[in-house]
C-alpha cells in the first residue's frame, strides 16, 4: 500500500510536471512573437503563461494518474465482476483509495504553503497546477486552499471519466465477444 501510495505521489508530481510544459513553449512563443506585446505588457503575457498550466493539468493529470496506472485499472475490473456500475466503482475508489490521496494531497499543500517563497519558486515546477491560484492571489493560505479544492475536482472529474472510459471498453468487448 505504502509503495502505490507513493508512485501515486510521483504520477502526481508528474503531471503538474508536464502541465508546466505547454507554458515554457507559450513564454518561448511569446517572447518571438509577441516581443512587442510582451515589453508592452509583461504581466499579461506572464500571467497566460501561468494560466496555461492548470487548464493543461487536468490532462496530465488523467494521463499520468489514472492511465498509467494499473493499479486503478485491475480496481476497476475487480469491482466490476460483481456487476457493479460505474457509480459504485467511483464510491468504492473514493471509500477505498480517495481518503489516502486527500491526505497526501492536503500534507503537500500545507508543505508548499508553509515554505518560504524563496524555496517554493524553486520548487514550483512540481506544483506547476498551483500556479496561477499562488501567483494570483495575495493571500498564500488562501490560494492553496483554492489550489486544493482545483486539485480535488480535477481528481474527481478524471477518476469519473477514466471509469466510464473502462466502462465503455469493457461493455464494447463484451458485445464482440458475444456476452
Given at each position: 500500500?505504502?509503495?502505490?501510495?507513493?508512485?501515486?505521489?510521483?504520477?502526481?508530481?508528474?503531471?503538474?510536471?508536464?502541465?508546466?510544459?505547454?507554458?515554457?513553449?507559450?513564454?518561448?512563443?511569446?517572447?518571438?512573437?509577441?516581443?512587442?506585446?510582451?515589453?508592452?505588457?509583461?504581466?499579461?503575457?506572464?500571467?497566460?503563461?501561468?494560466?496555461?498550466?492548470?487548464?493543461?493539468?487536468?490532462?496530465?493529470?488523467?494521463?499520468?494518474?489514472?492511465?498509467?496506472?494499473?493499479?486503478?485499472?485491475?480496481?476497476?475490473?475487480?469491482?466490476?465482476?460483481?456487476?457493479?456500475?460505474?457509480?459504485?466503482?467511483?464510491?468504492?475508489?473514493?471509500?477505498?483509495y480517495g481518503k489516502i490521496d486527500v491526505v497526501w494531497i492536503v500534507v503537500l499543500a500545507?508543505?508548499f504553503c508553509a515554505l518560504p517563497q524563496s524555496i517554493t519558486k524553486i520548487i514550483s515546477?512540481?506544483?506547476?497546477?498551483?500556479?496561477?491560484?499562488?501567483?494570483?492571489?495575495?493571500?498564500?493560505?488562501?490560494?492553496?486552499?483554492?489550489?486544493?479544492?482545483?486539485?480535488?475536482?480535477?481528481?474527481?472529474?478524471?477518476?469519473?471519466?477514466?471509469?466510464?472510459?473502462?466502462?465503455?471498453?469493457?461493455?464494447?468487448?463484451?458485445?464482440?465477444?458475444?456476452?
Amino acid at each position: 500500500m505504502v509503495k502505490q501510495t507513493v508512485k501515486r505521489i510521483g504520477n502526481f508530481m508528474i503531471a503538474n510536471v508536464l502541465s508546466f510544459v505547454p507554458s515554457i513553449i507559450f513564454l518561448l512563443a511569446g517572447s518571438i512573437v509577441f516581443n512587442s506585446l510582451l515589453n508592452k505588457y509583461p504581466d499579461i503575457v506572464n500571467t497566460a503563461s501561468f494560466l496555461i498550466s492548470p487548464l493543461f493539468y487536468g490532462f496530465t493529470f488523467y494521463r499520468c494518474f489514472f492511465v498509467n496506472s494499473d493499479e486503478f485499472k485491475g480496481f476497476y475490473y475487480s469491482q466490476t465482476k460483481d456487476g457493479k456500475t460505474v457509480k459504485d466503482v467511483v464510491k468504492k475508489h473514493i471509500a477505498f483509495y480517495g481518503k489516502i490521496d486527500v491526505v497526501w494531497i492536503v500534507v503537500l499543500a500545507l508543505i508548499f504553503c508553509a515554505l518560504p517563497q524563496s524555496i517554493t519558486k524553486i520548487i514550483s515546477i512540481l506544483f506547476a497546477s498551483s500556479l496561477l491560484f499562488t501567483l494570483m492571489i495575495p493571500a498564500r493560505f488562501v490560494a492553496i486552499l483554492l489550489w486544493l479544492v482545483y486539485v480535488a475536482a480535477v481528481y474527481f472529474v478524471c477518476m469519473v471519466f477514466y471509469y466510464k472510459n473502462l466502462e465503455k471498453k469493457r461493455t464494447t468487448y463484451n458485445k464482440i465477444q458475444g456476452k
